[in-house]
């Protein structure tokens, strides 16, 4: 049962504002550390359950913004894979437990944080070109699936999207297209599986405000930050809240 008290809105609303400014303009690749956030006060489920429709609406409320600055050939494979993604994702979420996703998820954050520092050091070889369609594909059957367990996409996507050599604006346009049509996907099987309750539709309602805010403060940090701030930030968060996964997975 959710408990509409302090705690729930001192806990919730901060995470509801990350998310929007994660996907407004700070990359969606750490919109999940939201979903990681509500999981102290609340169950998994209840969770990822309040956190779709609100990253739902984020989606709706960043598309006009970023609406054709994206790169539809690498959204396309992306999307192209995130589908069956899902399918993945609806089949392990009802065989696993909580600590293996968080597990999965923690690593899947801080190996690309690792690999992308080792990129930049020159302490791995650079690759000849951009990643192949076939590694979007691959790439988006990981974000959908991780997408679904733990709206834990981003990373993954961002694997594939920095190697295309896009723009900041590119990036951030794709992916919103990309969880667009991911998180669209996602919400039948959830509402099939019974995740959603009057309670978490009461506290969507109630956290909606703060979730555009969020959105409305993404977007116009993005067209004030550099790229290399941008991505730079990124990586930090991706750090802490992969950190923290596993610290809980563990613990």
């Avoid at 437990?97 to 302490?123: E, H, K, P, T």
Wanted: proline share 4%; hydrophobic share 55%; glycine share 10%.
């Amino acid at each position: 049962m959710l408990e509409f008290n302090l705690l729930f809105f001192a806990v919730a609303i901060p995470a509801t504002v990350f998310a929007g400014i994660s996907k407004g303009g700070f990359g969606s690749g750490v919109a999940f550390a939201s979903s990681s956030i509500l999981a102290l006060i609340l169950t998994p489920t209840q969770a990822l359950a309040l956190m779709l429709p609100l990253l739902m609406l984020i989606d709706v409320a960043t598309l006009r913004p970023y609406w054709r600055r994206w790169s539809w050939p690498d959204a396309r494979v992306l999307i192209l894979g995130g589908v069956p993604g899902v399918l993945l994702g609806i089949w392990l979420f009802q065989v696993t437990n909580d600590d293996v996703l968080r597990l999965l998820i923690g690593g899947i954050s801080l190996a690309f944080v690792v690999w992308q520092v080792m990129r930049r050091q020159g302490w791995l070889p650079e690759a000849q070109g951009r990643l192949a369609a076939s590694s979007g594909v691959l790439a988006g059957l990981v974000a959908g699936f991780t997408s679904f367990v733990s709206h834990a996409g981003g990373p993954p996507a961002a694997v594939y999207l920095l190697s295309q050599r896009l723009t900041k604006t590119q990036f951030q346009a794709t992916t919103v297209l990309l969880f667009w049509v991911i998180n669209i996907a996602k919400f039948i099987p959830y509402a099939w599986l019974g995740l959603f309750t009057l309670q978490t539709t009461l506290a969507n309602l109630m956290l909606a405000p703060f979730a555009l805010l969020g959105a409305w403060l993404g977007v116009k940090a993005h067209h004030l930050i550099s790229d290399r701030l941008f991505f730079g930030l990124t990586y930090v968060l991706l750090t802490v809240t992969g950190c923290k996964l596993i610290w809980d997975a563990l613990t």
